[in-house]
């Protein structure tokens, strides 16, 4: 099942098929030692080019999984399919109503076991998917410890994600989020382009996601999958 796959998972990287990335770039992410690929992106992701993307990453031995921003956009045969559900969201479009849309378009056809629900919480108001889920981005830790209680205990996903999309994140938000976690993983992303950034979340996150720094600096974002692993997570084991 995805749920106890993604609990192996400490760093991942995430590409976008609207953004290109050459076939040697690409390679050296695959191989990087990275756990997994996640496949998404806010604009500009159809079918086509999330399936040529994901063709592309199934040349090599990494785990693939596509994360479905738009119910077109789905691609069959990969190896799970992440569900964003924005907590925060102005809008039920971005929480429930998406969702259900593609449900009741494709229900018989959906392999649940290799499905799992991400409850984001986005907290850069500046950034695309701030803009275009209405997200309430001025949270105090007491709001997001809520959401994280929201996400695990009530509706019973396997992760949130605490999400920053292009900065780096106030870590102490990520520290509170991380404490009220019993089960579910928690998965950091946002900003992360340096060594000391890498590790600091790495000790507070899970789950460690690294996108833009795969197309601003190559190097440095494979040398991201070496500082997160070697970086001991606090708190309590989530396996």
């Known amino acids: 099942m995805l749920t106890e796959r993604m609990k192996t998972w400490r760093h991942v990287f995430k590409l976008d098929p609207n953004r290109t990335l050459s076939e040697s770039a690409l390679e050296k992410v695959c191989t990087s030692g990275t756990d997994a690929v996640i496949?998404?992106?806010?604009?500009?992701?159809?079918?086509?080019?999330?399936?040529?993307?994901?063709e592309r990453v199934a040349e090599y031995p990494v785990e693939c999984v596509q994360e479905i921003s738009a119910e077109s956009a789905v691609v069959p045969g990969v190896d799970g399919y992440l569900i964003p559900v924005v907590l925060n969201s102005g809008s039920l479009r971005w929480v429930v109503e998406a969702q259900q849309r593609a449900i009741?378009?494709?229900?018989?056809?959906?392999?649940?076991?290799d499905v799992a629900a991400l409850g984001y919480v986005v907290l850069n108001p500046e950034s695309k998917v701030a803009r275009l889920t209405e997200s309430r981005t001025e949270l105090e830790t007491a709001d997001l410890t809520?959401?994280?209680?929201?996400?695990?205990?009530?509706?019973?996903?396997?992760?949130?994600y605490v999400e920053y999309s292009g900065v780096y994140g106030d870590e102490r938000m990520v520290?509170?989020?991380?404490?009220?976690?019993?089960?579910?993983?928690l998965f950091y992303g946002g900003g992360i382009s340096r060594e000391d950034?890498?590790?600091?979340?790495?000790?507070?996150?899970?789950?460690v996601v690294v996108g833009n720094l795969v197309y601003q600096n190559p190097e440095a974002a494979l040398e991201s999958v070496r500082w997160v692993k070697e970086t001991e997570a606090n708190g309590v084991s989530r396996d």
């Open 104 to 113: 009741r378009k494709y229900g018989d056809w959906i392999p649940w076991q």
């Open 39 to 54: 496949v998404g992106g806010t604009d500009g992701v159809t079918y086509q080019n999330s399936r040529d993307l994901i």
């Open 197 to 207: 950034q890498a590790r600091a979340m790495g000790r507070e996150a899970d789950t």
């Open 146 to 160: 809520a959401y994280g209680r929201l996400a695990e205990s009530l509706f019973r996903m396997p992760a949130l």
């Open 175 to 185: 520290r509170a989020a991380r404490r009220v976690l019993e089960n579910a993983r």
